[in-house]
């Protein structure tokens, strides 16, 4: 019995191994949004913030 004509082997080629690691890394890895949270500056009302954040921490009222 003799193979079909659409039967053919399939070549493996190192390019598609590489890129499905690289997706499956990419997948495991955070969020490209949350990363940009998270290197977000900070604004210039946080420093007040925390120091009155502190200052109620400590009992000092007004």
């Known amino acids: 019995m003799s193979r079909h004509?659409?039967?053919q082997t399939?070549?493996?080629d190192a390019t598609d191994c590489a890129a499905q690691y690289a997706?499956?890394?990419r997948a495991a890895?955070?969020?490209k949004a949350?990363?940009?949270l998270q290197r977000r500056p900070v604004g210039p009302?946080?420093?007040r913030r925390l120091m009155e954040f502190l200052r109620i921490a400590r009992g000092?009222?007004?």
């Open 5 to 7: 004509i659409i039967d």
């Open 10 to 12: 399939r070549q493996s």
């Open 23 to 25: 997706r499956i890394a």
């Open 29 to 31: 890895g955070p969020n």
């Open 34 to 36: 949350s990363l940009q």
């Open 45 to 47: 009302a946080s420093g």
């Open 60 to 62: 000092r009222r007004a």
